[in-house]
């Protein structure tokens, strides 16, 4: 499995992003799909996490309410939308996933068994 991320960028407080992430490599139909961050001199920290249905939806406490995550099975892609965005969301934002269809486990970085490059987010104050 091979997972590629966009949509990074260098924006400003309050502005919004979406990235993506799509996998190649084999249908993801039975595969939990997340996103992690992790910020200079930080450990890698939990952001959501998406399993096959729409019934398996994780969002960490820090970016409830602002972020949405989504997911088009067609398409193997998974989304986060990011929205009211704050300089502590700066990070390195990866997409990650391991297979188990509903995701539990969810926070476990180290369950997740396939990452993606990382694309940087950088919001300026």
């Known amino acids: 499995v091979q997972l590629q991320a966009s949509g990074g960028g260098l924006v400003q407080t309050g502005d919004s992003l979406r990235l993506s992430c799509t996998a190649s490599?084999?249908?993801?139909?039975?595969?939990?799909m997340g996103w992690f961050r992790q910020a200079p001199g930080k450990g890698r920290e939990f952001v959501a996490a998406h399993g096959w249905s729409g019934t398996n939806t994780y969002i960490a406490e820090s970016v409830k309410g602002r972020f949405t995550i989504s997911r088009l099975n067609a398409k193997n892609t998974v989304y986060l939308q990011m929205n009211n965005l704050k300089p502590e969301d700066t990070a390195l934002y990866y997409c990650?996933?391991?297979?188990?269809?509903?995701?539990?486990?969810?926070?476990?970085?180290?369950?997740?068994?396939?990452w993606g490059q990382g694309t940087q987010v950088t919001v300026s104050s």
């Open positions: 990650a996933t391991y297979p188990v269809v509903t995701c539990s486990a969810y926070r476990d970085f180290r369950r997740y068994a396939y």
């Open positions: 490599g084999r249908t993801m139909s039975t595969y939990c």
